[in-house]
């Protein structure tokens, strides 16, 4: 994975730059999301399965994902 913006296979790309209460709830989400990976210990392999863990499973709480 790279760091450029993600577009789907039309070319459309996501746009959550704007002030409106969905634009602002799901920068907050991603937010948490980052913070909860932040945390984590790099150099201790528990902490880090533990960030990842936690921040997977708050995201797709949050977006309502399933594992198909």
């Not at 989400?29 to 533990?50: G, H």
Request: hydrophobic share 35%; glycine share 2%; net charge neutral.
């Amino acid at each position: 994975m790279t760091n450029s913006k993600y577009k789907n296979k039309d070319g459309v790309e996501l746009n959550f730059s704007g002030s409106d209460s969905t634009s602002v709830l799901v920068r907050e989400v991603i937010e948490k999301a980052v913070k909860e990976l932040d945390t984590c210990n790099f150099y201790n392999k528990t902490s880090m399965r533990f960030a990842i863990r936690n921040a997977r499973n708050f995201l797709a709480t949050n977006f309502d994902l399933t594992d198909d």
